[in-house]
């Protein structure tokens, strides 16, 4: 049905935004950003340990198109998904992971400094 299609390119295109916003949410020029990049990244970290390391977008999106769960579909698999698209090359699983959490405890900590320094 044409309206499945639809609501899951709406969650699809929600959780690129929040992609990019964990990714460069240190560098907005706000206030409220950097304490919403302060609690959101932590949170989705805690989140995907306790939902079988998958993203609740992915999962929505998969029970959306009716798709069954893929073992691929957990934490990294969006990110995956994302690099390939844009670069064609589809980075391995244990690199994604640990580029992600690196990454997103960096940018973390980059939010929490900014609060700090006000």
Known sequence: MMWRWWIAKFIRF???L???FIMIGWALPWLVAW???V???PLT?????FNQRSCI???WENQVLQNEHIEDHEEGWFV???VEAVTGWRPPTLLTRRVMAIWMWIATFVSAYRIAVI
Do not use: C, D, S, V
């Open 14 to 16: 929600t959780h690129l």
């Open 18 to 20: 929040i992609m990019i």
């Open 35 to 37: 304490w919403i990049h």
């Open 39 to 41: 609690i959101l990244t």
């Open 45 to 49: 970290r805690l989140h995907w340990r």
């Open 57 to 59: 977008f992915t999962t």
């Open 80 to 82: 995956k998904e994302m």
